[in-house]
Structure formats: structure tokens, C-alpha cells
């Protein structure tokens, strides 16, 4: 069976703070896709990043980056010098390679204040 | 930009009465999701299509939801009788992705349907 967890709830940090947020997923295939969107209030959820199993380099884009550590099972994002525009529920997702159906983590609420 | 449209945004409605949602996904986009997001949870797949046939249906609960996308363009998840415990966000996604061809491709998500049941 395949899981993903977010142990992180809520998570509240002041503006320019830097901030993680931890994806851990369990999954029996050998190649596999994940994911991580963003659901601001209007509730739309945007995608920010797809990575393949085979592709364990970390990748940056902005403020934003990635990363990946298969021996841990974990595919972490971190906002570098968060914006109250930051402030939103982030979901990591996860995709096997049986169907390509798509399992998301409970979510992390992130709140940015100024 | 293409964007994936559903109507209406919100829909209050008592219990045991009959709902439908729509969706329009992009335009191209062979594989159309239906997820439902109660709060505080993560998105739960409902039922996917692959131009109009369902390729998993397996969380529907198919006594009382339905779902067809006819002519494997836009598509309609109805409800009926709704149930209180049905009050939920309902999200439509579609992405390029074909069965087979080797990985899934990015699902885009409409803005959704917030559903409350009286």
C-alpha cells in the first residue's frame, strides 16, 4: 500500500524566516512520482514540483527548493525567506507506477505573518 | 493560460436531496479526475476517466454518487440522496496522462465545489 505522511500539522513562522516542510511516503514500486501543490484559501490546488525515483537530485526554483533522499523515504520543502503570500495548506503526493493513481499526505498549514 | 473550470463554486443543500457538479477540464487533457477534500484532509480520488470510459471508480460510493464524462470532454459527478457526512470540497483535475505511457503526468486542479449539506 502506498502512504504518505505530513507530520507537520500547522507551522507558523514570521516573514524572511526560512521554513521546511516534511514529506515522508511509503511505496513497494520501483519507480514512482511525487509531488507537492499548494491550496491557498481559494482552495485551488497548484502544482509546484514533480520528481521521478530516479531522480534524487535536489532542485531549486526561487525561494523554493527540494529535497530528495530515497534511503529516508522523504522529499522535504523548504521556503527560503517566506512571504505572507507563502501562507497556505502544502500537500505532498504520490504516484506508483501501477495505474498512476495519486495518494496525498494529510497537508501542512502554513501560516506567514508579516 | 488553460484552466480547468467546475461549476457552481458553492452549493448548499438539505438532505437527501440530489446535487451535480460539472466540470470542463483543459482542452486535450485525456484523463479527468473527480476528488473529494474533507477538511482538514488531503484530496481523496473519487473516480478517473480516461477519455470516457472509468479506469478506477474503487472510493465511489456508488449507491448513491454517479459520475460520466459522455463524450469524454466535460464531465458531471451528481449526488443523490446527499448525506450530511458528504459536506466536503469537490476538486476536478485533468492531466495528459495515458495509461501505459510509461508515468503520470501533472494534474491540474479546477478550483472546486464546496459542498454543504443541511
Known amino acids: 500500500a502506498q502512504k504518505v505522511t505530513q507530520a507537520q500539522t500547522e507551522i507558523s513562522v514570521v516573514e524572511k524566516e526560512d521554513v521546511t516542510l516534511d514529506c515522508v511516503y511509503e511505496?513497494?514500486?520501483?519507480?514512482?512520482?511525487l509531488f507537492w501543490y499548494k491550496q491557498p484559501p481559494s482552495g485551488e490546488l497548484v502544482f509546484l514540483i514533480r520528481?521521478?525515483?530516479?531522480?534524487?537530485q535536489n532542485e531549486i526554483s526561487g525561494r523554493y527548493s527540494w529535497n530528495f533522499q530515497k534511503s529516508t523515504s522523504s522529499f522535504n520543502f523548504t521556503i527560503t525567506a517566506s512571504q505572507v503570500v507563502d501562507s497556505a495548506v502544502y500537500f505532498c503526493?504520490?504516484?506508483?507506477?501501477?495505474?498512476?493513481?495519486?495518494?496525498f499526505g494529510a497537508g501542512t498549514r502554513l501560516f506567514v505573518k508579516a | 493560460e488553460a484552466e480547468v473550470a467546475q461549476s457552481p463554486r458553492y452549493k448548499i443543500t438539505e438532505k437527501s436531496q440530489a446535487v451535480a457538479f460539472w466540470c470542463d477540464p483543459i482542452?486535450?487533457?485525456?484523463?479527468l479526475y473527480w476528488y473529494r477534500q474533507i477538511l482538514g484532509q488531503g484530496p481523496e480520488l473519487l473516480v478517473q476517466?480516461?477519455?470516457?470510459?472509468?479506469?478506477?471508480d474503487s472510493q465511489l460510493p456508488k449507491d448513491r454518487f454517479s459520475a460520466e464524462r459522455l463524450k469524454g470532454v466535460d464531465s458531471t459527478l451528481k449526488i443523490q440522496p446527499a448525506e450530511l457526512g458528504d459536506s466536503a470540497m469537490y476538486l476536478c483535475?485533468?492531466?495528459?496522462?495515458?495509461?501505459?505511457?510509461?508515468?503520470?503526468?501533472?494534474?491540474?486542479f479546477g478550483p472546486g465545489t464546496r459542498l454543504t449539506v443541511l
Open positions: 511505496t513497494r514500486d520501483t519507480t514512482y512520482y
Open positions: 483535475a485533468s492531466s495528459l496522462t495515458v495509461p501505459g505511457a510509461g508515468r503520470p503526468d501533472t494534474q491540474y
Open positions: 520528481r521521478n525515483s530516479f531522480d534524487e
Open positions: 476517466f480516461q477519455d470516457e470510459s472509468v479506469v478506477d
Open positions: 503526493a504520490l504516484s506508483g507506477n501501477g495505474g498512476f493513481k495519486t495518494i
Open positions: 482542452s486535450g487533457h485525456a484523463t
